[in-house]
């Protein structure tokens, strides 16, 4: 195989403006257009933000009433949504009357709440008229937040489901049920902790907040640029290396921040060239990108916003979650991995040797503290401290910002300032330790706005019995089978997220769709963690498919063939989540309880259902490209694919068959002559 020679710095060079430009415009898809303010008006931005952050820190430690916590945290939201996200693009970089009109209006819906003091949510039930404006009007801004940030769809869908309280007894059964009018949705959704501030801005103000926070500590001490460049130093040399890097890249640099299009692009603006250079198409190359930044949102310890939901809804610990998704986690990577490895063998690739400014060694020698990101939030978790998660992400965030001192080219702080040889206020406006507190704040505008609308849409759910309505629909459609329940359900979260993002549609699926699982049986925690990963497809299900769009736009391929081989990439491990809910064997992989309480029994059960997942994902990886050692005839793709969806549904006889399967095609290829590369599509 010939070589070519790659510095490890400048694959980065060899992307266009014009490709980053694209990518940009993919980001502000999911997080909205941002408008670029400068002067006065972008310093009023910066101190709302950073006061913002000091707040939710300060609330870590302190005890804020739940109502006040979440009231503030949603003023905070809508003011900084309104002036940061223009009303159009025509609009943009400047703030508008009505900006600032919108903005006030946000911040007096909660001052009226906090004013009201108990007696406000004591008439809940008989709002007063006043009461009753200020809660239409939260809605309003609720809703042209969600739109300004989010887009169009998400307000839609949350509109339609508040024309079905309000419309209920006109729709034909079973979707029949008693109207609701304007006072008593507002005292449901304004004036109680169920509707607006219930669990999605309960998890945001606690939550959320402080990881968008602790992740902005990370990125402005050089913790992401130190990921790439390790996992760049690590690998190279062997035809795999290049999809190894962009594998093991994206877990170090996903895993803190929980965000798949930032982990694309950030990856992809640097790797992408490289992939190139080995042999991947653009497509193919683009696909894997997107794979490895969609691994950012099933990875501890952040797992996306949906993660923290997942805790509060089933009023368990957030150390708990991050153990259910340890074995996912590497199941997935395993695949990714496992595709690597045949994409060499199918594409006939050739080595690229990195010409690295440092080692990997030296590297992790001099930034060794940026590791302690991916353990330091479990560490506080786990005995002699047992500290909650929010103060568990608060002593994370104190850590890192400690440790960035520790080299002078990290620090959050110059040592100008800390030495008093520059002038200390204009020293701390330009510091990243205030750009961090300002980028957590601003990190969290769109999350938090999807939870506020999330809020509403649970609301009429509880309020008119909708999610037990669903239930009752789809075991009927599925004749109480739990599988064809499993497939139902699953096919739901997926229409679901081909509108809206994933944090929204695991809340709406998790109120409306869990429940027909839990009713055959299935483990709530089982049920949570099957539609969270369904959820999760939708970063790579278009119209919403960001992380693809946005890969395609780097490597310059075409957008709907990049989301496909995404799918070729992450499918193997997306057949996982049903050996959760098929079998009691199979919620072994989410190893509910802590380590102490698993047995020997426990322990090999775990191993046995861990093993024949592998080995399942393996087998269907196979069988998608058509290639193991070798070249695989049709009838090997098909036993493969067979053999890897009996292996997993978690039956004995099933997993049985499909480990001869695997054998069967094993023994074929191993007595095959060896055949030349052929590079197929």
Not at 347 to 371: I, N, P, Q
Request: glycine share 8%; hydrophobic share 55%; charged share 15%.
């Amino acid at each position: 195989m010939s070589e070519d020679v790659t510095r490890l710095h400048q694959p980065a060079a060899e992307v266009s403006q014009e490709a980053l430009a694209r990518a940009e415009e993919m980001i502000e898809r999911e997080e909205g257009v941002q408008n670029k303010l400068a002067g006065w008006l972008a310093a009023l931005v910066t101190t709302i933000a950073v006061v913002m952050s000091v707040f939710h820190l300060y609330t870590a430690y302190a005890i804020v009433r739940p109502e006040h916590l979440r009231a503030i945290h949603v003023a905070f939201v809508l003011a900084l949504s309104f002036l940061v996200f223009p009303m159009t693009k025509r609009y943009r970089h400047r703030i508008m009357w009505w900006d600032w009109a919108l903005a006030l209006a946000g911040i007096a819906t909660t001052v009226y709440l906090i004013a009201g003091g108990d007696d406000f949510f004591d008439r809940s039930i008989l709002p007063n008229d006043w009461d009753i404006a200020f809660g239409v009007v939260l809605v309003l801004l609720i809703l042209e937040a969600m739109r300004r940030t989010t887009g169009w769809i998400l307000p839609f869908i949350t509109t339609c489901f508040l024309l079905y309280a309000f419309f209920g007894e006109i729709l034909p059964a079973p979707w029949t049920h008693k109207d609701y009018e304007i006072p008593r949705l507002v005292g449901h959704m304004y004036m109680t902790l169920e509707g607006i501030y219930g669990t999605a801005i309960s998890v945001s103000s606690t939550l959320i907040i402080l990881f968008t926070i602790y992740g902005a500590f990370l990125q402005f001490s050089g913790a992401g640029k130190f990921y790439i460049d390790f996992s760049f130093s690590a690998m190279g040399g062997k035809p795999t290396s290049a999809g190894r890097t962009v594998t093991l890249a994206s877990f170090l640099l996903g895993g803190p921040s929980g965000s798949g299009v930032a982990t694309t692009v950030t990856l992809g603006a640097v790797a992408a060239p490289m992939l190139a250079k080995v042999g991947y198409g653009k497509e193919e190359a683009g696909g894997l990108l997107a794979a490895g930044g969609l691994g950012a949102i099933i990875s501890p310890p952040v797992l996306g916003a949906a993660a923290f939901l997942i805790a509060e809804f089933l009023k368990i610990s957030y150390l708990d979650v991050l153990l259910m998704a340890v074995i996912p986690t590497c199941l997935y990577y395993l695949a990714l991995f496992v595709m690597v490895e045949i994409d060499v063998r199918k594409f006939g690739m050739k080595d690229v040797l990195f010409e690295t400014v440092e080692s990997a060694w030296s590297l992790a020698k001099r930034y060794w503290f940026h590791f302690l990101s991916l353990v330091t939030i479990i560490v506080f978790m786990m005995p002699p401290f047992n500290f909650s998660p929010e103060l568990s992400v608060f002593w994370a965030t104190v850590v890192s910002f400690a440790t960035s001192f520790l080299r002078r080219d990290t620090a959050l702080l110059s040592y100008g300032v800390l030495t008093g040889k520059e002038n200390v206020a204009r020293g701390l406006w330009n510091s990243g330790f205030l750009k961090a507190l300002e980028g957590g704040s601003l990190a969290v505008l769109n999350v938090a706005a999807t939870c506020a609308g999330a809020g509403l849409i649970v609301g009429v759910v509880t309020l008119t019995g909708l999610g037990l309505k669903f239930s009752s629909i789809v075991l009927a459609y599925a004749g109480n089978s739990l599988l064809l329940t499993a497939i139902y359900t699953a096919l739901i979260v997926w229409i679901v997220g081909l509108a809206v993002p994933v944090t929204a549609s695991y809340i709406i699926c998790a109120v409306i769709a869990a429940p027909a699982l839990m009713a055959l049986g299935v483990k709530p925690f089982a049920a949570h963690m099957f539609v969270f990963y369904y959820a999760v497809l939708s970063e790579v299900s278009p119209p919403t498919a960001l992380s693809p769009f946005a890969a395609a736009a780097i490597t310059g391929g075409d957008p709907y063939k990049t989301t496909l081989q995404c799918w070729k990439y992450t499918t193997p491990a997306f057949l996982v989540p049903f050996m959760f809910v098929l079998d009691p064997s199979g919620t072994g992989l989410l190893l509910t309880g802590s380590f102490k309480t698993l047995g020997e029994a426990d322990c090999g059960s775990i191993a046995l259902v861990t093993f024949t997942a592998a080995v399942g994902i393996v087998a269907i990886a196979g069988g998608f490209q058509g290639w193991l050692w070798k070249r695989c005839p049709l009838w090997e793709r098909a036993l493969l694919i067979v053999a890897g969806f009996l292996l997993v549904y978690p039956k004995t006889l099933f997993d049985a068959i499909g480990f001869a399967l695997v054998a069967v095609v094993i023994a074929a290829q191993w007595f095959r002559k060896p055949e030349a590369s052929i590079r197929t599509s």
